[in-house]
């Protein structure tokens, strides 16, 4: 259902994309790649837990130099205390599916379009505001259990797995061709939540007046084999998680309505 509706609401501002670029070169591409996350369980390792992302992408060039680009991204986002490191005693772990959503302007340090063999390549630099859904899961009685619903740090109701996200990187696109193109890049995404990861702030379990048969509430709250008391240091609230986003892009160049001035691979030959 989630998904459905950012393939939704990535085709309609495609749409509307593709509608003001009318007798412009317009840019579609597919994305493939890794993503990661940062926090509690990976408090700064790049590229630990790395895992498999994909999407698609679509771009318009105001001129060579400055570009607005429209990503969907679905990856997935893990962490584990016992290969970060973090925090042994804790001994928490998760893994969330990401789908997100982003519009980003592209500033390259060199003139470049699809199509030329003068302005062929160029590092750039991008930033933009993005949307993502994230949903927390560990591992019990070898089934993944979703953790919002759980409430595992006592919290009167559940956090969003809905979240906001400043995005920006930078990377290098390459011309192959009179069509196609190639774009490296890298991003990091600061979000505005601490529950990537269902880790933020203390404790709240108490295993000392419990009865014997903990339940899924409780053991993936604290999965420690030294049991923690209640109000005992959990996470940080006050650092808020990250995920990042690399791969490669591969763009296809075409052009709606008139032909472009700078479409004709031939045109940069006798530049």
Known sequence: MVKSRFLIYFVTLLSFFSFRAVAQDVELGV???????LGELNPGKQFLF??????????????????????????????DDAVSLADTNRNLRFQSSLTELSALIEFNFFDFFIGSQKNYFTPYLFAGP????????APYNGEMIPLADLRTEGQSKNYSLFGLAAVFGFGFK?????????????????????????????YYVDFDNQSAAFGEKELLSDSSPIKHKPGMQRGNSENNDWYS???????YRFTIGEKSTCTDFEYSKNK
Do not use: E
């Open 50 to 79: 790395t895992n498999p992302a994909f999407g698609f992408a679509g771009r318009y060039n105001f001129d060579k130099r400055l570009a607005i680009k429209l990503n969907a991204i679905v990856g997935k986002l893990s962490g």
């Open 31 to 37: 994305f493939g790649g890794g993503s990661y996350y």
């Open 174 to 202: 390459y011309s192959i061709n009179s069509r196609i193109g190639l774009n490296f890049d890298w991003g990091m995404r600061k979000t505005y939540t601490d529950y990537i990861d269902d880790i933020s702030t203390t």
């Open 130 to 137: 993005g949307v993502f859904f994230f949903d927390p899961k």
């Open 245 to 251: 986003v690399a791969g490669i892009t591969i763009i």
